[in-house]
């Protein structure tokens, strides 16, 4: 048997083993959260092989949803089922040159800058820079069509969305949003940090989802979330109104104003901390807030900023507190942080940073 049919074959075995656990499930609002973990989960864990295991992923679930009885209208699923496809179809490249706006309609559109304005009108209008982006006429009719901006290291980009929210995307992230918000609901999807404003809307919830194996539902408050494959937790922080977490098994966790709250790979929620909210948003305006940090943390959260690659001294496990600006050139960043802990670092020909103990 080919490594590619072993692979299919175990997937679909994950997929029978999940659903029959939660055979007795009924609420059609966790089957929809049900299905779309299946497919955040196999896109999450897979990501090098994105485009192939989701149509094996998809056939296979479809087949065994049928065979649990799980008869639903299509379009319950239908616009999830989207989203989550055009999160499975692209990964965020860690070092470009560009930041890079995939309009659904349009051609890929290329921004040449290290941080870049992002506007979506009312009336599907889009600038960039203050530049307006032309782009072909809408269709008619509920569809909703996805864009995606992906900023890669080194980069960053504040979108505002149809509705007037306002999002700040951090270097290494990807965020998919439709074009107009046409459901009952806003829905978008955020793989990396971003700092959210959402305008306040209380016949229509705001709803992010990530590939963490849990989304977040507001009607119209600021927080933080952060998502990012290379640390051991993704985090959200809320710092104005409220949010509500979901987890995995039907978790839910309220949050006030300066809480923060860890979820594991499993979407398992941690306790919720209370915190400065200000310490982890002040990447918005260039700076990191380094309020007692492990240093090894703190060349991580770095080195998934500028897209670059690192090698650390172990011996380099300093707790440390300050301020760091969070400058254009990575070597600008390393010497500001130098005056915090006592090291020396090298570039060699491959490009890889190598810090050691002075």
Known sequence: MTSKKKNTLALFDEIVDFLKKQEATTDIDEKKHLWNKIIQTAAFKRRQRRARIYASLTTAAAVFVGLMVWIEPASRFEDDTKLNMVFSEVSIPKQA????????DSNEIRIDKDTAVVNFSENGKITVNNKAIATQSSSKGMEEKYNQIIVPGGKRTM??????????????????????????????????????????????????????????????????????????????????????????GRQKRIMSPNQLVRIDEKGVLDETISVNA?????????????????????????????????????????????????????????????????????????????????
């Open 159 to 248: 979108l505002t969305l149809s509705d007037s929210t306002k999002i700040w995307i951090n270097a290494g992230t990807r965020v998919i949003f439709p074009k107009e918000f046409k459901g009952v609901k806003r829905k978008i999807f955020v793989d990396g940090e971003a700092y959210l404003e959402v305008a306040r809307n209380t016949e229509k919830p705001f709803i992010v989802e990530t590939p963490a194996q849990f989304e977040i539902e507001v009607l119209g408050t600021s927080f933080n979330v952060c998502t990012y494959d290379e640390l051991e937790f993704a985090t959200v922080v809320l710092a104005h109104g409220s949010v509500e977490i979901k987890g995995v």
């Open 278 to 358: 200000e310490d982890y948003t002040s990447w918005t305006k260039g700076i990191m807030v380094l309020n007692s940090r492990p240093f090894s943390e703190v060349v991580k959260t770095l080195q998934i900023y500028f897209g670059v690659s690192l090698e650390v001294d172990q011996s380099l496990d300093e707790i440390i507190s300050g301020q760091l600006a969070l400058k254009d050139n990575f070597d600008e960043v390393l010497s500001g942080l130098q005056h915090i802990v006592a090291f020396t670092y090298s570039k060699d020909q491959n490009g890889i940073y190598k810090i050691e103990k002075h």
């Open 97 to 104: 040159s560009d930041i890079i706006l995939m309009v659904s």
